[in-house]
């Protein structure tokens, strides 16, 4: 019998931008990077935006920026579920 490979996941590019001009550092953590703050660290752009790429596999994931040592939820994804914290993460959903 012949051995069969596993299938291999396809991930999607996915970029986070969050704009803060004064800002020192923003990160987007979430279900997909295990919530670890330093996996995703987004750079700054002249205009005061923030961003980074990264590739994920399909999937529905909770996540949120953190804005120098404070969590924000996305401005620009009305997408949203209640934690267990009692406030709120933005949903991401990959397909």
């Given at each position: 019998?012949?051995?069969?490979?596993?299938e291999k996941t396809i991930k999607r590019k996915i970029q986070f931008e969050y704009h803060s001009p004064d800002a020192s550092e923003v990160t987007v953590v979430g279900d997909f990077?295990?919530?670890d703050p330093k996996k995703h660290i987004m750079?700054?752009?002249a205009t005061g935006d923030w961003a980074t790429t990264?590739?994920?596999?399909p999937g529905t994931y909770e996540y949120k920026f953190?804005?120098?040592g404070h969590w924000v939820e996305d401005p620009g994804n009305p997408e949203i579920r209640q934690n267990c914290f009692g406030t709120?993460?933005?949903i991401l959903k990959v397909s």
């Open positions: 019998m012949a051995k069969t490979k596993p990077n295990q919530w750079q700054k752009k990264t590739m994920i596999p953190l804005v120098d709120h993460n933005n």
